[in-house]
């Protein structure tokens, strides 16, 4: 059965396009995962593995069935390998994003990648002190050698508090180099190699603490050096951003090295001049997804949308190029934009589309790069067909750009007035709310009532990805929307000037959530798992949400998930995320479908935890 538009999004502007869509016979991911119902039981549970050509296999949960693999393995072998293997292609996604920029950095201090420069030297030098080096070179080299590290830990971990640092210890999960964490995932997942279910979780969890304090929190801190640390600036979200009189480019995907420099090329004078002269006003940029969350909160670049809304950004008929890099991006994209004049442009050689025209990205060339992908779009917007234009008139304004820095900025330069606000009940906690959309979930309703339900207790949300353009969209990132605040949270905000939603970045600026948590624990002199903090992913999706919630875990925070991971199949595995964790690294999953059941449950550990430390 087709569901109704209006129960696919809560997003006024996405059942807009949809019915658009819908009425022009497009297909949307919404209708695909219509017809891939039922989806398979055996993939839902965890409970199928084709790790060697003996099988597939697939263990019956009913107990009916079999309940080995070929190789004896058990359903909790299966269900812990396939985790593991998630885990390994998200922390593998996260890294290689990492890895490219700190390339570009390398090259950048020898001088080799003249498109870009050093815009935050300041923590650049934090940086070099950090590592202990005297040179840029030296720093882009050990950040480098980080990937590759064979024997012992990776620099970035020394941020977190020494009760969690000397716990990972303790278990053997202190992450070393990043590449051979992940590399060792593929080993032992081999068939016949690791086959006990807590070593192998063990592993997933060592892998995703290299992502989390190593590629992750490199990608954000390179970023910020080459691009700048983001400071608050006021935007717009949503499909109404796009503009019927300009020419409308999207930057869809997550690495800011390619869309700096579209952003920057399209403000070239000559290229908006050739635009006018084929009528259009000027050049119009908008990201979509995490590439859209790194020009939002470094340029203000305005948002067009999160993740189910890249379809439906084509179909406004007003995009001239949709310019994607790396992840996230439907390879529907282009049957979809050959329905449009929209030019479909890949450029990573990472990332081929059927459909998409490839203009390949390199560092040494960038910008040059970035000016011919704009020309096309430029060139383009001759080719829109006017009858089928349409911008749904739908937009809301944003606060954005709370990198730690910015927030410490706001507090006045210190995290006093946040410590005290927490101290006295104000602030009851802190919720970081992440994570992309899905289809199984009705688009942006689990981001949005989490995050009002949460303000609403005087929970202050900090904001990342999808969930941050859900924010965004449905105004909460505005110091307006402190009047949806509980007292004590509106108080602080309206003293401050501040959302009670801060927008941290993109999927990789989560790194900035730990080193946030960890400065506030060190400040407390406690583990991270021991403050009045938690997490939660309403509508996740990717691998790299599961990365995600692994070293968010792993790091001492619990953590709400929205959609069902594929882990049932195993009542041991199932059963050691939910609950064992705790005894291990001090933090577990829930997992909650009812977004504002899933609140409770992040204020009732709030509460739990501002009692132990003898809050009120
Ligand atoms: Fe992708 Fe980062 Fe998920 Fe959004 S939140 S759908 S991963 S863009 Ni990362
Ligand atoms: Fe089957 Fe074992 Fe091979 Fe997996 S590794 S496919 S369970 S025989």
Redesign the pocket.
Known sequence: MVKEVRDRSIDPASREMLAVAARAGLETAWDRFEKQQPQCGFGELGLCCRNCNMGPCRIDPFGEGPEKGVCGATADIIVARNLLRTIAAGAAAHSDHARDVAQTFLHVSKGMAQSYQIKDKAKMERLMKEYGVESQIALAEAIMAEFGRQEGPIQFTRRAPNQRLELWQKLGIEPRGIDREIVEIMHRTHMGVDNDYVNLILQGLRASLADGWGGSMIATELQDVLFGTPAPTMSEANLGVLEEESVNVIVHG?EPLLSEMIVAAASEPELIEMAKKLGATGINVAGI??TGNEVLTRHGVPVAG??LQQELAVATGAVDAMIVDV??VFPALGALSSCYHTKFISTSPKAKFPGATHMEFHEETAYETARSIVRAAVENYSNRVPSKVHIPEIKSKCMVGFSVEAIVGALGGTLDPLLGAIKSGAVRGIGAV????NPKVQHDYGHVNLVKELIKNNVLVVTT??NAQACAKAGLLTPEAADLAGDGLKGVCKALGVPPVLHMG??VDISRILVAAAAIANALGVDISDLPAAGAAPE???E??VAIGAYVVSSGVYTVLGTVPPVLGSKAVASLLTQGAKDVVGASFAVEPDPFKAALLMIDHIDAKRNKLGLI
């Open positions: 997550h997804c995490c999160n993740f992840q996230c992440v994570g992309c959309n990805g999808c993109s999927c996740w999706m990717s790299k949400a």
